[in-house]
């Protein structure tokens, strides 16, 4: 089976290769862990003729003996060499209870390098903070980006297969699919769903009343780029003619971002400086798997859409990502990594000097020399200044590798 390397990830984790740390690899299921895992395997035999990879996939079945770190104490005992390079590389490490002392012992004596994939974030953010504090390096890896769904689907960049990537997303098996056969690909789509929530959430998170975590997920789903607060999710769930207590629905919450369904972004306060504790917004890891819970209204969800897609482009660039909140108005996105930082606003079309007014005028209010962008889905050739703020079409956005 032909595997396509994605080039971003793949060369982050080479260079973090025999650094003495234990390297995680995150992300929801079925974006491409396990085909990053392998590739690496292949790369590393490439770089290292000589060296011992011990591979262990825990969605095989000939690894379903090894249900705890005794077990995986067992199996390791006798695979590594005494001198030379070793490498374990486990797939689906949170299937093993109680790995992170294995992980530790085998960190400590130095006696191979440990690259593991997860799928839920409590895990790996607790288990192993806890116990390999300053010792690992989270990885996260995203669904496609969009020039990797354009490489991954041989496709050119163009207003037509940008609207594709809003509606399937960018899960990457589906080039194995094919976009024209939708039948498939949304019913591939609810399988991955369906896998999420009952096998990373529903059982691992103990979820007591699964139509209500789906109820909310629609809920959230339905609402991307807007304030989900405390008195709108009591609202809607009273709609819904249902009793719950607001720690309830925030746990639920919390239990699909650690399955890395929905991301929470919190709010900042620009003028003040700092982050606000209350009324966050949630973005989905992958628009095709948000699209599952409410379809695809094209004119309905757009500006939906292609605030989620701005979202996971920063996220995707490296930045770290917060609401910005002014006086009386409000910016979609302050983005910042390493002291740099920009301002980013998302809109459907600047066709109304309405539109204009408030998209722009908001960036306008930050006295500040950082970079502003209003990012929109008018043609690439309507992209212009204003005022010194960029204006970009999504698709120019998208395919920026650098802001």
């Known amino acids: 089976m032909e595997i396509i390397t994605r080039s971003k990830y793949i060369d982050k984790i080479l260079g973090f290769l025999n650094k003495g740390m234990i390297l995680a690899l995150t992300g929801q299921r079925r974006v491409g862990k396990s085909y990053i895992l392998r590739n690496l395997a292949e790369l590393i035999q490439e770089r290292y003729p000589d060296a011992n990879i011990v591979y262990i996939n825990k969605e095989k079945k000939k690894y379903s003996n090894l249900r705890t770190n005794t077990d995986l104490d067992e199996y390791l005992s006798d695979k590594f060499k005494p001198s030379g390079l070793n490498f374990l590389l ?25 690259i593991v994939t997860g799928s839920n974030a409590k895990m790996l953010s607790s288990e192993l903070s806890t116990y390999l504090g300053g010792r690992y390096i989270d990885i996260h890896i995203q669904s496609l980006s969009y020039p990797e769904f354009l490489k991954f689907h041989k496709l050119e960049d163009s207003q037509d297969i940008l609207e594709k990537y809003l509606i399937f997303g960018g899960m990457p098996h589906l080039y194995r699919l094919g976009l024209e056969n939708e039948d498939m690909v949304w019913e591939y789509l609810h399988n991955i769903y369906n896998t999420i929530v009952l096998k990373d959430v529903i059982e691992r998170e103990g979820i007591r009343n699964a139509t209500l975590f789906e109820n909310l997920l629609s809920f959230v789903s339905d609402n991307v780029g ?11 769930l009273k709609s819904q003619k249902v009793d719950v207590t607001t720690s309830t629905i925030l746990n639920y919450l919390g239990s699909a971002g650690n399955a890395y369904i929905i991301n929470k972004v919190p709010r900042y306060d620009i003028h003040g400086k700092k982050l606000l504790e209350s009324n966050d917004k949630y973005f989905f890891e992958d628009l095709g798997l948000r699209n599952i819970l409410v379809g695809s209204n094209r004119e309905k969800d757009m500006e939906k859409l292609i605030e989620n897609a701005v ?9 770290k990502v917060t609401v910005g909140v002014l006086p009386n108005a409000e910016v979609d996105f302050v983005a910042e990594n390493n002291g740099k930082k920009i301002y980013v606003q998302a809109t459907y079309l600047v066709a109304s000097e309405q539109t204009q007014e408030r998209e722009f005028g908001n960036l306008l209010k930050i006295k500040d020399n950082y970079p502003k962008y209003v990012v929109s889905m008018d043609p690439i050739s309507l992209s212009k200044n204003y005022d010194g703020i960029q204006h970009l079409s999504l698709r120019k956005f998208l395919l920026k590798e650098d802001l």
């Not at 979202?311 to 930045?319: A, E, P, Q, R, V």
Request: proline share 0%.
């Open 311 to 319: 979202y996971l482009h920063l996220k995707n660039l490296g930045y």
């Open 90 to 114: 486990i797939d689906e490490v949170q299937d093993i209870d109680g790995f992170e002392h294995t992980l530790r012992s085998l960190n400590a004596d130095e006696e191979c390098q440990i």
């Open 226 to 236: 807007q304030i989900v607060s405390g008195s709108s999710l009591s609202k809607y």
